[in-house]
């Protein structure tokens, strides 16, 4: 009988089989394609489901599937399966909402007459079928494989609407600025190769015996190093490096600074786009990944803290940009980049469940929001700033309620998802920036002290947008007479909504701290059996995190206020505190009849934040002030200089046989002038020389 | 095995056929007469994959090779010149390359070829039947007579349907790789008087053999035996990597690849360079593997990665300047060449054969984006970014098609030109035996190519391919025929399966490549 595990591949084939229908067949098809996206993107939830089940059940699939290269006499590359808890979560999650906003573009792509449908759905089906593929990898090169599959596809998608002229230039920029990410991630996997070769046949395996993070832990742990290549350098030092390049491709996909910049500008895809690929799963790619191979990076002080303090700068600089945003969309893009830079936070600082409670959740809300937006979009005509909208609470109902979990959540009020996870982020940090010692500690409680006061900017600019959109009175025509949406849109908002107000409770730490009841089942999930079972065959098992953060990333816990309990309460109570009086700030200002910018009154300080802190400046600098200039003189040289080289040879040989020519006169005299000269030379020559040699 | 003979003598029919052809007819029958070798080619490659599993080196190895066909020829002065032919692993993928591209480019020369049909398909014809000698050659003679037997046509196919300045371009390709053919040929046969008496004929694998025993060189006109091999490899070097072409020999490149035209381009940018790197491979590397790594001046591998790796990234500089289409495809085959000298001179598996594997896919990779860019010539008459916009609107397959190229040859995953790289990657960053401690430097450094190649094309396509429709010459685009797209949508499929699967390659490229390789460790 065969298992779930059987037809996991299919997880991310049916969706690859629904971009070949959409590409080549989308045309002729009733809905140009989304009914094929729908049918795989459901299927593939269905199999989640089953795995996940499965998973559930202790059951776990770690298995090269097809070889790349079978690499005769030195190691082979392969593609395979990785499933763990980890991977069922993110599978289920990834399918859900892909399954979501394909139900969704039915209402904003298909009911509002664009073109060029096939398109959209064989991207969304092809973006789809990479990142599950991704997802499931089972060594860092398929990842790798596959993370540049999806930047393909984002590319593809952002720049939909191709005859205009911002779209395909995001999408231009989205791509390269990933690709540079990436860039480093390629040394990092092309290095761990190199580096494990000589100890396995699988050097980029994630998970199991022979896996990389596996063997470096036994290389710091026992001194086991025979066979790897350090390349000269300590392996604790090496492997830091490692983890640092590989933290490139991470940066660049989950847009942290400085490789943030593309993703405000990616929102020139359409929306059902932003809630899919930039919101909920492919910047979440950046972060699974550092989860993934969670082993190796919790090996390394340096890694982690840097891991963790660009994950609490990201959060806090992103946030205060989301202030003054007047575009609903680009309010949720710094959003979105702020939330991932918790997500890294809670990563570096040793927060391993809370970075997977926090990725889960925050792809269930931010998916809302982004959906939500586009309903409201829709009803706006495609008008997108804030300050055009207002009051429109009451005339979509549906889409105002959905909108409001998701801001509750994204701002981290209790109950609501957000609240838990994001509460979860900070006390790790906090926790293990108390205890840790030295320079790590300090780093963590420095990143800690940037995402708590990033919390108070989400609850501000949250309700702001709230309150600009939804509240107060209409302040446009069109605000007064909204277009209506279908149940194709307010379904997968009221199924997203809802969730957004319950998916915390899968993981109540507080609650479970505070009452001792085991409801943490988040944790139970990614900890698996106490002895035995896949933690030990796999090495991916929380617990198993834990030792290494314990003995090799030097990460431990100390609850200074008032011990466990107090501290967990002190912690929650100034997230949740900061959060609402952000919220309270964004309602005296905002919830009003007739708002105004109150940002003016930030002066420079709003100009500044307009810029994004000029990054976009600097960078496109870099292009064109710095690179294009230098290509433009390697041009210069290489045309004068090098081929003049060429040129120069050919004219010499040219002008010297136009000169020797000459003496080809035709006359006799001339030629037995000539030999009786060369005689008399030779002659003499010889008389020098004395004789022939 | 009178396979090869065969399909030389068919080709070499064919183009004789040719000339004697109408104008009216002689596309067709080019094309048709092309299906041979093509066809032929394929089912040999079948038959190796099945049949010739442990084909090792043709030149280390010959006893087992594949097709192997040697007659007697010409006694010359205690030579004895063969008709020597026979592929490994190494020459059977290139060997297809060209009966694949030459075909493709053919039906891709039917809408741009409009005079002198059947001289131009004729040389097309003569050159792939030169081609096929290249790769198949195993006595130096007849390699010779093959090697600069390609050269005529080029010549003549720049020179006399190419662009403005074609009879430039053409005279500056043809005496400039002639004159390295020189070079090269004067460093080949000081090894060959120095081996003096321990061969009797030109055979490569004969004279490969015997360079690698060692001892079976002497000091000739007073230069030690070191001193000769050093001064043989680099006289040969240069010879071949003006063919790559490498950074500072490549200036013919550009020139040569403006002026002629769309099918010409494939042909030279998909077979011509590989003939450098594929002799490279064969000579320099394989029969003088001991400099090639090092062993006689220290210097010599870390000296030649760095040129591959500066080529890499002068190149990818120069095609960022470019406003011509075809010139930043021109440029930024220097850049991927550059991979090529970087994995050969890694001398690990991944790395040699990873160099090799870069070469077919190179070549396909190359010859779609010559022919997409020629598509779009042909409707537009123009290739300047700036001159067009929004051509997506227009022509939406072959702009697809343009796009999944570009992403292609930008490496993207699970297209061949990705593993090319991966494999060369995997090879010359640990090969510190080689390359010495730069290894990991220079690799990392030569992968910054990938971020350039993705900054050029991608600027290049907004440029042209998005935005509103916008053309500047006075032609309008009616779509191109389906015999100009139908070429693209073939060498696609071949970049993706290759892509998908390169051990379809790799493999026989690596059991033809590792015996070279005799060093041991790295990967």
Same mark, same amino acid.
Request: hydrophobic fraction near 55%; glycine fraction near 10%.
């Given at each position: 009988?065969?298992?779930?595990?059987?037809?996991?591949? /299919?997880?991310?084939?049916?969706?690859?089989?629904?971009?070949?229908?959409?590409?080549?067949?989308?045309?002729?098809?009733?809905?140009?394609?989304?009914?094929?996206?729908?049918?795989?993107?459901?299927?593939?939830?269905?199999?989640?489901?089953?795995?996940?089940?499965?998973?559930?059940?202790?059951?776990?699939?770690?298995?090269?599937?097809?070889?790349?290269?079978?690499?005769?006499?030195?190691?082979?590359?392969?593609?395979?399966?990785?499933?763990?808890?980890?991977?069922?979560?993110?599978?289920?999650?990834?399918?859900?909402?892909?399954?979501?906003?394909?139900?969704?573009?039915?209402?904003?792509?298909?009911?509002?007459?664009?073109?060029?449908?096939?398109?959209?759905?064989?991207?969304?089906?092809?973006?789809?079928?990479?990142?599950?593929?991704?997802?499931?990898?089972?060594?860092?090169?398929?990842?790798?494989?596959?993370?540049?599959?999806?930047?393909?596809?984002?590319?593809?998608?952002?720049?939909?609407?191709?005859?205009?002229? /911002?779209?395909?230039?995001?999408?231009?920029?989205?791509?390269?600025?990933?690709?540079?990410?990436?860039?480093?991630?390629?040394?990092?996997?092309?290095?761990?190769?190199?580096?494990?070769?000589?100890?396995?046949?699988?050097?980029?395996?994630?998970?199991?015996?022979?896996?990389?993070?596996?063997?470096?832990?036994?290389?710091?742990?026992?001194?086991?190093?025979?066979?790897?290549?350090?390349?000269?350098?300590?392996?604790?030092? +090496?492997?830091?490096?490692?983890?640092?390049?590989?933290?490139?491709?991470?940066?660049?996909?989950?847009?942290?600074?400085?490789?943030?910049?593309?993703?405000?500008?990616?929102?020139?895809?359409?929306?059902?786009?932003?809630?899919?690929?930039? /919101?909920?799963?492919?910047?979440?790619?950046?972060?699974?990944?550092?989860?993934?191979?969670?082993?190796?990076?919790?090996?390394?002080?340096?890694?982690?803290?840097?891991?963790?303090?660009?994950?609490?700068?990201?959060?806090?600089?992103?946030?205060?940009?989301?202030?003054?945003?007047?575009?609903?969309?680009?309010?949720?893009?710094?959003?979105?980049?702020?939330?991932?830079?918790?997500?890294?936070?809670?990563?570096?600082?040793?927060?391993?469940?809370?970075?997977?409670?926090?990725?889960?959740?925050?792809?269930?809300?931010?998916?809302?929001?982004?959906?939500?937006?586009?309903?409201?979009?829709?009803?706006?005509?495609?008008?997108?700033?804030?300050?055009?909208?207002?009051?429109?609470?009451?005339?979509?109902?549906?889409?105002?309620?959905?909108?409001?979990?998701?801001?509750?959540?994204?701002?981290?009020?209790?109950?609501?998802?957000?609240?838990?996870?994001?509460?979860? %982020?900070?006390?790790?940090?906090?926790?293990?920036?108390?205890?840790?010692?030295?320079?790590?500690?300090?780093?963590?409680?420095?990143?800690?002290?940037?995402?708590?006061?990033?919390?108070?900017?989400?609850?501000?600019?949250?309700?702001?947008?709230?309150?600009?959109?939804?509240?107060?009175?209409?302040?446009?025509?069109?605000?007064?007479?909204?277009?209506?949406?279908? +149940?194709?849109?307010?379904?997968?908002?009221? %199924?997203?909504?809802?969730?957004?107000?319950?998916?915390?409770?899968?993981?109540?730490?507080?609650?479970?701290?505070?009452?001792?009841?085991?409801?943490?089942?988040?944790?139970?999930?990614?900890?698996?059996?106490?002895?035995?079972?896949?933690?030990?065959?796999?090495?991916?098992?929380?617990?198993?995190?834990?030792?290494?953060?314990?003995?090799?990333?030097?990460?431990?816990?100390?609850?200074?206020?008032?011990?466990?309990?107090?501290?967990?309460?002190?912690?929650?109570?100034?997230?949740?505190?900061?959060?609402?009086?952000?919220?309270?700030?964004?309602?005296?200002?905002?919830?009003?009849?007739?708002?105004?910018?109150?940002?003016?009154?930030?002066?420079?300080?709003?100009?500044?934040?307009?810029?994004?802190?000029?990054?976009?400046?600097?960078?496109?600098?870099?292009?064109?002030?710095?690179?294009?200039?230098?290509?433009?003189?390697?041009?210069?040289?290489?045309?004068?200089?090098?081929?003049?080289?060429?040129?120069?040879?050919?004219?010499?040989?040219?002008?010297?046989?136009?000169?020797?020519?000459?003496?080809?006169?035709?006359? %006799?005299?001339?030629?037995?002038?000539?030999?009786?000269?060369?005689?008399?030379?030779?002659?003499? %020559?010889?008389?020098?020389?004395?004789?022939?040699? | 095995?009178?396979?090869?003979?065969?399909?030389?003598?068919?080709?070499?029919?064919?183009?004789?056929?040719?000339?004697?052809?109408?104008?009216?007819?002689?596309?067709?029958?080019?094309?048709?007469?092309?299906?041979?070798?093509?066809?032929?080619?394929?089912?040999?490659?079948?038959?190796?994959?099945?049949?010739?599993?442990?084909?090792?080196?043709?030149?280390?190895?010959?006893?087992?090779?594949?097709?192997?066909?040697?007659?007697?020829?010409?006694?010359? $002065?205690?030579?004895?010149?063969?008709?020597?032919?026979?592929?490994?692993?190494?020459?059977?993928?290139?060997?297809?390359?060209?009966?694949?591209?030459?075909?493709?480019?053919?039906?891709?020369?039917?809408?741009?070829?409009?005079?002198?049909?059947?001289?131009?398909?004729?040389?097309?014809?003569?050159?792939?039947? $030169?081609?096929?000698?290249?790769?198949?050659?195993?006595?130096?003679?007849?390699?010779?007579?093959?090697?600069?037997?390609?050269?005529?046509?080029?010549?003549?196919?720049?020179?006399?349907?190419?662009?403005?300045?074609?009879?430039?371009?053409?005279?500056? @390709?043809?005496?400039?790789?002639?004159?390295?053919?020189?070079?090269?040929?004067?460093?080949?046969?000081?090894?060959?008087?120095?081996?003096?008496?321990?061969?009797?004929?030109?055979?490569?694998?004969?004279?490969?053999?015997?360079?690698?025993?060692?001892?079976?060189? $002497?000091?000739?006109?007073?230069?030690?035996?070191?001193?000769?091999?050093?001064?043989? @490899?680099?006289?040969?070097?240069?010879?071949?990597?003006?063919?790559?072409?490498?950074?500072?020999?490549?200036?013919?490149?550009?020139?040569?690849?403006?002026?002629?035209?769309?099918?010409?381009?494939?042909?030279?940018?998909?077979?011509?360079?590989?003939?450098?790197?594929?002799?490279?491979?064969?000579?320099?590397?394989?029969?003088?593997?001991?400099?090639?790594?090092?062993?006689?001046?220290?210097?010599?591998?870390?000296?030649?990665?760095?040129?591959?790796?500066?080529?890499?990234?002068?190149?990818?500089?120069?095609?960022?300047?470019?406003?011509?289409?075809?010139?930043?495809?021109?440029?930024?085959?220097?850049?991927?060449?550059?991979?090529?000298?970087?994995?050969?001179?890694?001398?690990?598996?991944?790395?040699?054969?990873?160099?090799?594997?870069?070469?077919?896919?190179?070549?396909?990779?190359?010859?779609?984006?010559?022919?997409?860019?020629?598509?779009?010539?042909?409707?537009?008459?123009?290739?300047?970014?700036?001159?067009?916009?929004? #051509?997506?609107?227009?022509?939406?397959?072959?702009?697809?098609?343009?796009?999944?190229?570009?992403?292609?040859?930008?490496?993207?995953?699970?297209?061949?030109?990705?593993?090319?790289?991966?494999?060369?990657?995997?090879?010359?960053?640990?090969?510190?035996?080689?390359?010495?401690? #730069?290894?990991? #430097?220079?690799?990392?450094?030569?992968?910054?190519?990938?971020?350039?190649?993705?900054?050029?094309?991608?600027?290049?396509?907004?440029?042209?391919?998005?935005?509103?429709?916008?053309?500047?010459?006075?032609?309008?685009?009616?779509?191109?025929?389906?015999?100009?797209?139908?070429?693209?949508?073939?060498?696609?499929?071949?970049?993706?399966?290759?892509?998908?699967?390169?051990?379809?390659?790799?493999?026989?490229?690596?059991?033809?490549?590792?015996?070279?390789?005799?060093?041991?460790?790295?990967?």
């Amino acid at each position: 009988m065969a298992g779930a595990f059987d037809f996991a591949p /299919a997880i991310a084939l049916l969706p690859f089989v629904s971009f070949l229908v959409a590409l080549f067949a989308g045309q002729y098809l009733p809905k140009r394609g989304a009914l094929a996206g729908i049918a795989a993107t459901a299927g593939s939830f269905l199999l989640s489901a089953w795995v996940a089940i499965t998973v559930a059940g202790g059951e776990t699939y770690n298995e090269a599937l097809y070889t790349f290269t079978a690499g005769l006499d030195a190691f082979e590359l392969h593609l395979g399966l990785l499933i763990d808890p980890l991977t069922a979560l993110m599978l289920l999650i990834v399918t859900l909402i892909s399954l979501l906003v394909h139900v969704f573009s039915l209402g904003y792509m298909n009911d509002e007459g664009e073109t060029g449908l096939p398109r959209y759905y064989a991207g969304l089906g092809l973006f789809t079928a990479s990142m599950l593929a991704f997802v499931y990898s089972d060594n860092i090169l398929m990842a790798f494989m596959f993370f540049e599959l999806v930047g393909l596809c984002s590319y593809l998608l952002i720049g939909f609407h191709f005859r205009e002229k /911002a779209p395909p230039s995001a999408a231009k920029k989205a791509f390269l600025v990933t690709r540079f990410g990436d860039y480093f991630f390629l040394i990092g996997v092309v290095a761990i190769f190199v580096t494990f070769a000589g100890a396995t046949r699988t050097p980029g395996a994630f998970a199991g015996e022979g896996s990389f993070p596996v063997l470096a832990e036994h290389a710091l742990a026992d001194g086991a190093t025979e066979g790897l290549n350090t390349l000269g350098f300590e392996p604790d030092t +090496w492997f830091t490096i490692l983890g640092l390049l590989v933290l490139g491709g991470v940066m660049g996909k989950s847009a942290q600074f400085p490789l943030h910049t593309w993703l405000p500008d990616a929102m020139e895809g359409p929306t059902p786009v932003s809630a899919l690929i930039h /919101a909920a799963t492919m910047v979440a790619a950046g972060v699974y990944l550092v989860a993934r191979m969670y082993g190796f990076y919790a090996l390394s002080p340096t890694a982690l803290a840097i891991v963790a303090l660009i994950g609490g700068f990201t959060a806090l600089f992103a946030a205060t940009m989301g202030v003054v945003k007047q575009e609903l969309k680009q309010v949720l893009a710094y959003s979105t980049i702020s939330q991932y830079g918790y997500m890294m936070l809670a990563l570096g600082s040793g927060g391993y469940i809370a970075a997977v409670f926090h990725l889960t959740t925050h792809a269930v809300f931010k998916a809302l929001l982004f959906l939500g937006a586009g309903s409201v979009i829709i009803a706006m005509h495609h008008e997108e700033n804030m300050w055009e909208m207002g009051g429109l609470k009451d005339k979509m109902p549906v889409t105002y309620w959905s909108f409001l979990s998701g801001s509750l959540a994204l701002a981290g009020i209790v109950p609501f998802a957000g609240f838990w996870s994001k509460d979860e %982020v900070l006390f790790e940090a906090l926790i293990h920036g108390f205890g840790s010692e030295g320079g790590l500690g300090t780093a963590f409680l420095l990143a800690y002290a940037m995402g708590l006061l990033a919390v108070f900017f989400t609850g501000f600019y949250t309700f702001r947008m709230v309150f600009l959109t939804f509240h107060g009175e209409p302040r446009t025509e069109t605000a007064r007479k909204p277009h209506g949406v279908r +149940w194709n849109v307010k379904g997968p908002l009221a %199924v997203l909504g809802v969730l957004a107000a319950i998916v915390g409770f899968i993981n109540m730490a507080p609650v479970r701290q505070l009452t001792g009841a085991h409801i943490d089942f988040l944790h139970t999930w990614l900890n698996g059996p106490e002895e035995g079972g896949w933690p030990a065959e796999l090495s991916t098992g929380l617990h198993h995190y834990e030792e290494v953060l314990h003995d090799f990333g030097l990460v431990s816990a100390s609850y200074p206020l008032g011990g466990e309990t107090g501290t967990l309460l002190v912690s929650a109570a100034l997230s949740l505190g900061l959060a609402l009086a952000g919220v309270l700030a964004a309602r005296s200002l905002y919830a009003v009849p007739e708002p105004v910018e109150h940002t003016d009154e930030l002066g420079s300080i709003k100009t500044l934040l307009m810029h994004n802190y000029y990054q976009d400046e600097y960078q496109v600098w870099l292009a064109t002030g710095v690179t294009y200039p230098i290509a433009r003189a390697a041009d210069k040289f290489d045309q004068g200089v090098v081929d003049g080289v060429v040129n120069g040879i050919s004219s010499v040989s040219l002008f010297t046989g136009s000169r020797v020519r000459r003496i080809q006169t035709g006359v %006799v005299s001339n030629y037995a002038a000539f030999i009786t000269i060369a005689l008399v030379v030779l002659l003499v %020559v010889f008389g020098v020389a004395g004789g022939w040699f | 095995m009178v396979a090869i003979a065969a399909l030389l003598a068919v080709t070499l029919l064919g183009a004789l056929g040719t000339f004697l052809v109408d104008d009216r007819h002689a596309a067709k029958f080019a094309t048709a007469v092309s299906a041979v070798p093509l066809l032929g080619s394929v089912l040999m490659y079948y038959v190796y994959l099945t049949e010739y599993g442990g084909v090792g080196n043709a030149l280390l190895a010959p006893g087992d090779i594949a097709f192997r066909q040697a007659v007697d020829w010409i006694e010359l $002065s205690g030579f004895t010149l063969q008709y020597s032919v026979g592929l490994d692993g190494v020459s059977m993928p290139l060997l297809t390359l060209t009966a694949v591209l030459t075909t493709l480019a053919l039906v891709s020369s039917w809408t741009p070829i409009d005079e002198r049909q059947s001289q131009f398909y004729g040389l097309m014809l003569l050159m792939e039947a $030169s081609l096929i000698g290249v790769f198949a050659a195993l006595d130096f003679f007849l390699w010779f007579v093959f090697w600069e037997g390609v050269l005529i046509p080029m010549y003549l196919l720049i020179g006399v349907w190419g662009g403005p300045r074609r009879k430039y371009a053409a005279i500056k @390709f043809f005496v400039y790789t002639n004159a390295a053919s020189l070079v090269m040929f004067v460093g080949f046969f000081a090894l060959v008087f120095s081996l003096g008496d321990s061969i009797s004929t030109l055979g490569l694998p004969e004279i490969a053999q015997a360079l690698r025993a060692g001892g079976a060189l $002497s000091p000739l006109a007073g230069i030690s035996v070191d001193q000769l091999k050093l001064l043989a @490899f680099v006289a040969m070097f240069f010879g071949f990597a003006v063919k790559v072409p490498v950074f500072p020999l490549h200036t013919w490149l550009p020139d040569a690849h403006v002026e002629a035209p769309t099918p010409v381009s494939v042909m030279l940018a998909g077979v011509l360079l590989k003939m450098g790197t594929y002799a490279l491979l064969r000579f320099n590397f394989t029969m003088l593997s001991d400099v090639a790594t090092g062993a006689v001046l220290a210097i010599m591998p870390v000296a030649i990665a760095a040129i591959g790796v500066f080529s890499v990234i002068y190149g990818a500089m120069l095609a960022l300047a470019q406003r011509d289409l075809k010139r930043i495809v021109a440029y930024s085959s220097i850049s991927s060449m550059g991979y090529v000298i970087l994995g050969l001179v890694a001398f690990t598996p991944y790395g040699v054969g990873g160099a090799t594997f870069q070469m077919i896919a190179h070549g396909l990779i190359s010859g779609l984006m010559f022919m997409a860019v020629g598509v779009i010539y042909n409707e537009t008459h123009t290739r300047m970014v700036g001159d067009m916009s929004g #051509l997506a609107d227009r022509m939406p397959w072959t702009v697809g098609i343009f796009v999944s190229a570009a992403f292609g040859y930008m490496g993207l995953p699970l297209m061949a030109g990705f593993a090319g790289e991966l494999f060369i990657f995997l090879g010359s960053f640990g090969a510190t035996e080689t390359i010495g401690a #730069l290894a990991p #430097l220079l690799t990392s450094v030569a992968m910054f190519g990938i971020v350039i190649v993705a900054g050029y094309l991608l600027w290049a396509m907004q440029k042209t391919l998005f935005g509103s429709y916008e053309l500047e010459t006075d032609y309008e685009i009616n779509g191109a025929p389906f015999h100009d797209v139908a070429p693209l949508a073939v060498l696609l499929l071949l970049v993706i399966v290759l892509g998908v699967n390169p051990d379809l390659s790799f493999r026989m490229i690596q059991q033809a490549v590792n015996p070279i390789l005799d060093v041991g460790g790295g990967i």
